[in-house]
């Protein structure tokens, strides 16, 4: 079955300049990302001058919501990768997949390339999420 995908608003990146492309990443090679999921709610601006909150408070207060990380989680195992770690006060997610699996959740290949100093994986352009968590990222 295949799932819609959405655009993700300010996901785009430029062309790096002196890059030079080694082609793509081998699509078997694993590869770790992290998500970083909306808040359940903005904190005022005096919201962290009086005492500090705990982790738990953070997470209540503006922490992910458990249900959107139980819908990310779902979107990400359903394509194929797994949840290695999720923060609801750091609203934090940990994902791992092979690169074509994750090329497949977010609608960017990786791209390996070389530039002085070394050479590393990266991408070009946005990403688009699948439609059931447009909006949680």
Known sequence: M????VALPGSER?????V?????VDPTTVVAITLVLRRRAE???DAFAAAPLTRTELAERYGAEPADLDAVTLAVTAAGAEVISADPA????????????LTALFGSPLEQVSRAGG???MRQGGLSVPAPVSGLL
């Open 2 to 5: 295949s799932v819609s995908h």
């Open 14 to 18: 430029p062309p790096l300049a002196e």
């Open 20 to 24: 030079r492309s080694l082609g793509p």
């Open 43 to 45: 904190p005022p601006p």
């Open 90 to 101: 750091s609203r934090l997610v940990r994902v791992r997949g092979s690169a074509d699996t």
């Open 119 to 121: 050479a590393f994986r």
